[in-house]
Every structure is written in C-alpha cells, then in structure tokens.
C-alpha cells in the first residue's frame, strides 16, 4: 500500500529561500506551510506549489510546529525548514520508508554547510545537530512549549534513515552571531517564565563543558576553525541566555 506522506514547513519570511526548498520535495503528496507572521512573497512562493497554507502568529516555536502537524491527514509527515534542502537520495530513501513501515519515526541525518563549506563535526549542545527525528508516522510526534529548541515527545519505533538532508545553517559568522543572539533572547523569555534552577556559576561551567562537548567529544577539532567556532557558540548560549534573563527588561 502505498502511503500519503506530506512535507510540513514553519516559516518567517523566508522568500530567499522558500522556493529552492519546496523544488527539493517533489516526492511528496502534499505540502504543509505554516506562514508566521509573514510579510514578504513566503506566502506567493508557498501558493506556487499548491500548499496548505496555515496563517497566524504563533511566539511559541512549539506551537507553530504543532499548527503544522495538525493542518494535514497524512499517513507520514516529513519536517523541514526553508534553509534546509532534500537530496535526490534521501527523497527516495524516504518514499521507500513511509512505504514499508506503519509507525514510529526515522532520524535523518544532515550535512551541515557555514556558506559553502561542509561542516560535518562538532555541532550540539543546542547549536546544531548531526541528524533529527524529521519524518515520522501521524501521532508520533509533539513539540514542546519552548520558544526556541522545543522539547519533543515522541512515541513508536525509532529508524535511522542513511541519506542525508543538505542545511544551510549559516551564510557567514556575521549570521551565526545573529543567531546567538536570537536564540539566547528566546531562552531567556522561556526563563523568565519558567526558571530552570541553574544558577551563575553552573552556566559559567556549562560555558566550558558544552564547548569541550562540541570541539572534543563530538570530534570538532577535525573541522579546524570552524569546529573552534561551533564549540564556541554552543559555550555562549546558556550563559548568554542566562545573563539576559537576570540582567535584561522583556
């Protein structure tokens, strides 16, 4: 049998991007965009590709990935962002999966690029990842209620996929510092809500075991001054986020 898998993207004005991403998932039956606050042509590009468009505003990340899941019936749902590409390999990977299986979900791994160069080391700790829980049966899958890094709940047989998704994390360091700070002002709404007890001095060692974390144990030394800057980023943002949260007005 044959099963109805749909590709469920969350977007902010992503009209640079958008349209080479959508051209990467024509394998699939039907296109999921959930349209953030936008404001640009993310809404034309979307309606190109007959998607399912799902509008609003949504501060929580997590509940903007839930309007996703929620606004299609599919018996699949494969999760992808605007800066992220589908290689013809993991396409019909994926195809084949969804096909031979009834539930559960499959981690894919990624490749991840900094402008043109791969970067395939280091990154965790919040700043990155080697491979996510993307492509999951329908009901198997719930994001949290964070702001930025949802916690998420999954439920089924995990599967690890072997092709690899293309994620064109950043442009430049100039992007990568932007994204540090988006991410850690995000925290620190969550914590200033919802505390999570690590004080001063503990974020202060988290500033040191994330970053041996990153550049030692998940081999970003092998990535030469990237790897360095991974492992750096992945230091600063709890202790960014924490600084912000104690020192800063909303």
């Not at 009209?15 to 640009?40: N, Y």
């Not at 990935?65 to 018996?75: E, I, P, Q, V, Y």
């Not at 932007?178 to 505390?195: F, G, N």
């Not at 492992?231 to 007005?249: R, V």
Request: aromatic letters at 10%; charged letters at 30%.
């Amino acid at each position: 049998m044959t099963a109805k898998l749909a590709a469920v993207l969350t977007v902010h004005n992503e009209e640079k991007q958008l349209d080479a991403c959508l051209q990467s998932v024509g394998f699939v039956d039907e296109i999921v965009v959930v349209l953030d606050r936008c404001t640009d042509g993310t809404k034309a590009i979307a309606k190109k590709y007959n998607a399912i468009l799902v509008e609003g505003a949504w501060p929580i990340e997590g509940h903007r990935r839930n309007a996703g899941l929620d606004a299609t019936d599919a018996d699949w749902l494969f999760e992808l962002d605007a800066d992220e590409r589908v290689t013809p390999e993991l396409g019909t990977e994926i195809r084949q999966f969804v096909n031979n299986h009834d539930t559960g979900y499959a981690l894919v791994p990624f490749d991840n690029y900094i402008g043109d160069r791969l970067v395939r080391y280091g990154w965790g700790c919040s700043w990155g990842v080697s491979s996510a829980p993307r492509l999951h049966a329908k009901g198997c899958k719930r994001w949290g209620e964070q702001r930025v890094h949802p916690s998420i709940v999954l439920k089924g047989p995990e599967h690890r996929l072997k092709a690899r998704i293309d994620h064109y994390v950043d442009r430049n360091i100039a992007d990568m510092l932007k994204r540090l700070d988006s991410y850690s002002t995000a925290k620190a709404r969550d914590l200033r809500e919802q505390p999570d007890g690590v004080g001063y001095a503990r974020n202060i060692r988290r500033m040191f075991s994330r970053f041996y974390k990153c550049y030692v144990t998940r081999k970003g030394y092998r990535e030469g001054k990237y790897g360095f800057l991974i492992a750096l980023m992945a230091g600063l943002y709890p202790i960014l986020s924490y600084l912000k949260a104690n020192l800063e007005d909303e």
